[in-house]
C-alpha cells in the first residue's frame, strides 16, 4: 500500500532521518516510539508531503490519501465547528447539503452534537481534538497518521477517542502510523512497533517493547516481562527478592509497585493476597 525507501532529512546540516525504510499494508497500525527531538514528527511530515525528502522515495498510489491528527488540533478560526469538520470535503467539490449531512453525522460520533454553530475559541481542548478527529474521517482517508493526537487529553477522554478511530479504522480497513509515548496503546493497538533513535528506523520485538516501557526485567542475558512473573511470598530459584513501595488503585484495578535489585520500579497487578510483612519476591517466567 506505502513503502518508504532509503528516507533521509537534515535539518541544518543536522542528521534526523538516514535511510529509512517503511512498508504499510492496508488495514495495518504502526507504531513509533522514540524520545523527543528523535524525528518521529519529521516522518509523518514526510509522508503527508508537508516536508520535503532529501533523498529516498515514497511509494504509493496516486488516489492514496493520508489524514494528519496532530497533538495539538489545528482548526480554521473563523469557520465553525461544521465547516471546519465540513472543509475537506468542500475541497473535493461535494454539494453544501452533502456535505453538511456528513459532518453532522461525524458530529454525533464525536458527541459534540448541538456545538456546530460554535467556533473554535468557544470549545475545550479536548472539543477542539474531537473536531480535528471528525475532519479527518469525513473524506475516508486510506492512512492515518497520528502524531501524539491523545497526549493532552484527560484518561476518560483519551481512551473514547481511542476507541472510536481505532475501531472505524478496522471497519473501514484503514492503515494507521501511530507516535506515542505510551505502553497501552502501544500493546492494544500496534500490528508492528518500531524504534526511531539516532535517524535509524529498526523494528521491535514484544521484549523489546517490554523494555523500552521499563515492563521488563533483563537478568543473565534473559529477557523476562514483567505481564509474565509472578509476586509472591515464596522463595524459590526462579525468584528474586523485591521490595514492596506502595500499593495503589488505577482504573478500577489493585497494583503493588515493587522496587527491584536494579532500583527500578515495577507495577505488579494484584492476583493473589500476599502478605506484604514478610519478605516478597517476584518468580521469573520468560516470555
Same mark, same amino acid.
Given at each position: 500500500m506505502m513503502e518508504l525507501r532509503n528516507i533521509s532529512k537534515k535539518f541544518e546540516g543536522k542528521i534526523v532521518l538516514e535511510c529509512v525504510n517503511l512498508s504499510l499494508k492496508q488495514g495495518e497500525v504502526i507504531t513509533i516510539l522514540g524520545k523527543s527531538g528523535?524525528? *518521529?514528527? !519529521?516522518?509523518?511530515?514526510? =509522508?503527508?508531503?508537508?516536508?520535503? =525528502?532529501?533523498?529516498? $522515495? =515514497?511509494?504509493?498510489?496516486?488516489?492514496?490519501?493520508?489524514?494528519?491528527? !496532530? &497533538? *495539538?488540533?489545528?482548526?480554521?478560526?473563523?469557520? !465553525?465547528?461544521?465547516?471546519?469538520?465540513?472543509?475537506?470535503?468542500?475541497?473535493?467539490?461535494?454539494?453544501? *447539503?452533502?456535505?453538511?449531512?456528513?459532518?453532522?453525522?461525524?458530529?454525533? *460520533?464525536? $458527541?459534540?452534537?448541538?456545538?456546530? +454553530?460554535?467556533?473554535?475559541?468557544?470549545?475545550?481542548?479536548?472539543? &477542539?481534538?474531537?473536531?480535528?478527529?471528525?475532519?479527518?474521517?469525513?473524506?475516508?482517508? +486510506?492512512?492515518?497518521?497520528? +502524531?501524539?493526537?491523545?497526549?493532552?487529553? +484527560?484518561?476518560?477522554?483519551?481512551r473514547q477517542l481511542q476507541h472510536l478511530i481505532f475501531n472505524e479504522m478496522k471497519q473501514r480497513n484503514v492503515a494507521g502510523i501511530f507516535v506515542t509515548h505510551n505502553y497501552e496503546e502501544t500493546k492494544m493497538y500496534a500490528d508492528q512497533t518500531f524504534l526511531l533513535q539516532d535517524g535509524k528506523l529498526t523494528t521491535m520485538s514484544e521484549q523489546e517493547v517490554e523494555l523500552y516501557f521499563n515492563e521488563g526485567i533483563q537478568i543473565e542475558g534473559r529477557t523476562y516481562l514483567i505481564s509474565n512473573c509472578v509476586l509472591t511470598n515464596n522463595l524459590s530459584d526462579r525468584s528474586i527478592a523485591v521490595l514492596l513501595d506502595k500499593k495503589v488503585h488505577l482504573y478500577g484495578v489493585d497494583f503493588y509497585v515493587v522496587i527491584l535489585p536494579n532500583g527500578q520500579k515495577q507495577f505488579m497487578k494484584k492476583s493473589q493476597e500476599i502478605n506484604t510483612i514478610v519478605p516478597l519476591y517476584l518468580v521469573l517466567k520468560e516470555g
Open positions: 528523535s524525528g *518521529k514528527s !519529521t516522518l509523518l511530515q514526510l =509522508i503527508a508531503a508537508m516536508e520535503p =525528502i532529501d533523498s529516498g $522515495e =515514497i511509494q504509493k498510489n496516486v488516489e492514496t490519501m493520508c489524514a494528519y491528527i !496532530t &497533538q *495539538k488540533p489545528y482548526l480554521f478560526s473563523h469557520m !465553525t465547528v461544521l465547516q471546519n469538520i465540513a472543509f475537506p470535503l468542500k475541497c473535493q467539490g461535494v454539494r453544501k *447539503k452533502e456535505r453538511y449531512a456528513i459532518a453532522k453525522n461525524w458530529l454525533e *460520533k464525536v $458527541e459534540l452534537f448541538g456545538l456546530e +454553530d460554535r467556533f473554535p475559541y468557544e470549545l475545550s481542548g479536548g472539543q &477542539q481534538q474531537r473536531v480535528s478527529i471528525a475532519r479527518a474521517f469525513v473524506y475516508q482517508p +486510506d492512512v492515518f497518521l497520528m +502524531d501524539e493526537p491523545f497526549a493532552n487529553l +484527560d484518561v476518560k477522554l483519551s
